[in-house]
């Protein structure tokens, strides 16, 4: 059995504050968390939701704040219990049925990756350009990857207490500081349209759809803590900061014209066409898109552990950035968004299961010792959990169907009237709360008393 699933002993809880508060905090830094801004601003036309910036103001702190509620809830069911992602699905899933979600959330996070990557070397390549190079988008795709592959096999530990993390969250700041001050003298003019208050609520989900993608991350990494409010409050409040800045930033540009696209988001950054801007961006986009990159493969090694039980971690972290890597290469952003938006819809109702089994079913009584047993408490599938999962996803998928064009056009045909709603009413809040309502309403009664638990064996 891999070592990544035994949950973490009091001598191994060596993390402290300041570890998760350099962790997040350079975890927060994206570009991706730039385009979610820009998409909120930028004009209806051109794809974005038309928030004025005095709406975003209005919606993005509220809304980041819940996203932080949630990052904390997840933490602290991972400190106290000392297990991974991939073992807290166990209790609310069954062992058995925690091996599909665990596969879910690799393959999510080898989705993100490869996204990762694709606006990396997007952004590279044009920073390059104007410092008089002219290479394709597959070098610097290539170079992400080897440097991502590279710190795979540097573990957890050191890349957050020795001199890699200290290195990428000071370039950060630094050219984040930067990137704002030279936004700041551009004059931009910030144009004045107004959105909906439907909008209102579907700006706040997709903060908090950005916000799911960690919750794995969160997880796998608030277990080492020394102590509870190290992970809880460090966590929380180093990533909030750091992400708002990111959106905001992108909010900015988003209002000013700027297209929401990976295209739109370099030709903003790198208008002044200096070699001091070019080099000013690789070197955002090498400590930013590097260290994001790193905390996803982590954690997907962790998730396929829980599958593959006797694969080394560090083989099937190989594997996985090569995956990533191709997918960039082949497919661009346009395609991989969608993917990578199901993705993060699909993981969201899961930890709503866990979030609901741990504090309010089992009121936080894990029997760590029967995760292990096929043939224990948890052993086989919760069909509960299951029951509440799929529940949670229908509602979504009616209220607004995300995915690929062959995909939606199939949801079309097998039911008309989905997607009525998509335009006032944020179907994974929904779906998320339809999850929370019907595992709790049916778990107290039946798994609080005795874990009912489906005796499928795999």
């Known amino acids: 059995m891999s070592k990544v699933l035994d949950p973490v002993a009091d001598f191994e809880r060596h993390f402290s504050s300041t570890v998760f508060g350099a962790l997040w905090a350079e975890w927060g830094f994206s570009m991706l968390a730039v385009l979610v801004g820009l998409r909120l601003t930028s004009a209806r036309g051109f794809g974005g939701m038309g928030l004025s910036i005095s709406q975003y103001a209005l919606i993005a702190p509220p809304a980041i704040l819940i996203a932080g509620l949630l990052v904390a809830l997840v933490s602290k069911t991972a400190f106290e219990?000392?297990?991974n992602a991939g073992m807290l699905f166990r209790p609310s899933f069954g062992l058995a049925g925690s091996w599909l979600v665990s596969a879910i959330v690799a393959a999510g996070y080898i989705i993100w990756m490869a996204l990762e990557f694709r606006v990396s070397g997007q952004i590279l390549t044009s920073a390059l350009d104007i410092g008089g190079l002219d290479v394709g988008i597959q070098i610097p795709i290539v170079l992400v990857g080897v440097i991502v592959g590279i710190l795979s096999y540097v573990g957890l530990r050191r890349f957050a207490i020795g001199i890699v993390q200290p290195v990428l969250i000071w370039i950060s700041f630094g050219l984040f500081g930067v990137a704002i001050l030279w936004l700041a003298q551009q004059g931009l003019v910030l144009s004045t349209d107004r959105a909906s208050a439907g909008m209102l609520l579907l700006a706040a989900q997709e903060i908090l759809l950005y916000t799911v993608i960690f919750l794995p991350l969160v997880a796998d990494t608030s277990r080492f803590a020394g102590r509870s409010n190290f992970a809880v409050s460090s966590t929380g409040v180093a990533?909030?900061?750091?992400?708002?800045?990111?959106?905001?930033?992108?909010?900015?540009?988003?209002?000013?014209?700027?297209?929401?696209?990976?295209?739109?988001?370099?030709?903003?950054?790198l208008t002044s066409g200096t070699v001091v801007a070019a080099a000013g961006v690789i070197g955002w986009v090498l400590a930013a898109e590097?260290?994001?990159?790193?905390?996803?493969?982590?954690?997907?090694?962790?998730?396929?552990?829980?599958?593959f039980l006797r694969r080394p971690p560090r083989i099937l972290s190989l594997f996985m950035v090569g995956a990533a890597g191709f997918m960039a290469i082949v497919f661009n952003e346009a395609q991989l968004f969608p993917v990578a938006d199901v993705a993060a819809f699909v993981l969201a109702p899961a930890f709503v299961v866990v979030i609901v089994d741990y504090f309010l079913v089992r009121k936080k009584q894990y029997l760590v010792d029967e995760m292990y047993d096929r043939r224990g408490e948890y052993g086989g599938v919760n069909l509960i959990g299951f029951f509440a999962y799929v529940v949670g996803l229908f509602v979504g998928y009616v209220i607004d169907p995300l995915g690929p064009e062959v995909f939606l056009t199939g949801v079309e045909v097998a039911m008309p009237f989905a997607g009525s709603w998509s335009d006032t009413v944020p179907a994974v809040l929904v779906s998320m709360a339809a999850t929370g309502v019907a595992y709790w309403s049916i778990g107290r009664l039946r798994i609080a008393q005795s874990d009912v638990v489906s005796r499928v064996r795999l």
């Open 290 to 307: 590097v260290a994001q990159p790193y905390g996803f493969l982590y954690s997907a090694a962790n998730a396929t552990g829980a599958v």
């Open 239 to 269: 990533f909030m900061f750091t992400f708002g800045g990111s959106l905001s930033f992108g909010a900015v540009l988003g209002a000013a014209g700027t297209a929401p696209t990976v295209e739109g988001l370099g030709q903003a950054v």
């Open 81 to 83: 219990s000392g297990l």
